[in-house]
């Protein structure tokens, strides 16, 4: 198992539009603001975080055009019905889909790392480039056989606390639940061939392919993970119900 060394700590901060965003987020996730409440003015948040009025404005505009917010003109802002998730595929923890079964769930981490985004990864994390991402490799058993390497990275400004996990006990998907409010959801479903090092960990034979589902995850405005799980087809389907 490869852990990361120790690193000082990453002081940058987001930009002061973007730390409204998240603000105005918690306050929604933690209860305090409900559906239909009015949220303090442009003027009171532009003094609580030191900024210009053009700045509230930006991050309350976002807010809107993701329907987080409701703005009514010459009433306010108010918590619009919250629509976080909305997919064809169920979101769900690959350790309760495997119990739901009847089965016993158990992982083997690979990687756990701080790593430097490349320029692909970067924009898929709307990071700017080279920055500091976390990185984690697990493989997902069910009955002792593999059945799924998730391979993620994840953006360290919604999970400052990822790779102090242990990864052995609860899986990302569970922790990253817990911990970023999930916003939103883009994900792809399509047939590949696993490099040599996938194909291994999940014990497949040369030339067989894998349904690899790529999902991309958004939490207090960010995205909070890129990640691709890979399953041997011959022994996965997805499923779904509308």
């Not at 792809?188 to 067989?208: K, S, W, Y």
């Not at 894998?210 to 995850?217: I, Y």
Request: net charge neutral; glycine share 4%; aromatic share 6%.
């Amino acid at each position: 198992m490869k852990t990361s060394p120790p690193h000082a700590a990453d002081t940058r901060q987001p930009p002061a539009f973007q730390r409204i965003k998240e603000h105005v987020l918690r306050q929604i996730h933690d209860g305090h603001w409900r559906e239909g409440d009015a949220i303090p003015g442009e003027q009171a948040l532009a003094r609580e975080f030191g900024v210009s009025r053009m700045t509230v404005n930006r991050a309350l505009r976002e807010l809107s055009s993701e329907q987080v917010l409701e703005r009514v003109q010459g009433s306010g802002t108010f918590v619009a019905q919250q629509k976080f998730l909305a997919t064809l595929v169920e979101l769900r923890n690959i350790a309760d889909e495997i119990t739901a079964r009847g089965h016993t769930h158990s992982s083997e981490l690979q990687l756990l790392a701080r790593d430097r985004a490349t320029d692909l990864l970067a924009h898929q994390l709307r990071l700017a480039p080279r920055a500091t991402v976390f990185h984690s490799v697990i493989v997902h058993l069910e009955n002792g056989q593999p059945l799924q390497v998730e391979d993620r990275w994840v953006n360290p400004q919604v999970a400052p606390d990822y790779l102090r996990q242990d990864f052995t006990q609860c899986t990302p998907n569970a922790y990253l639940m817990q911990v970023a409010p999930l916003q939103g959801v883009d994900f792809q479903i399509e047939a590949d061939t696993p490099n040599d090092e996938v194909r291994q960990l999940l014990h497949m034979q040369a030339g067989e392919f894998c349904l690899v589902l790529r999902r991309v995850t958004y939490s207090m405005g960010q995205v909070a993970s890129v990640a691709a799980m890979w399953h041997p087809a011959k022994r996965y389907r997805f499923t779904g119900h509308i």
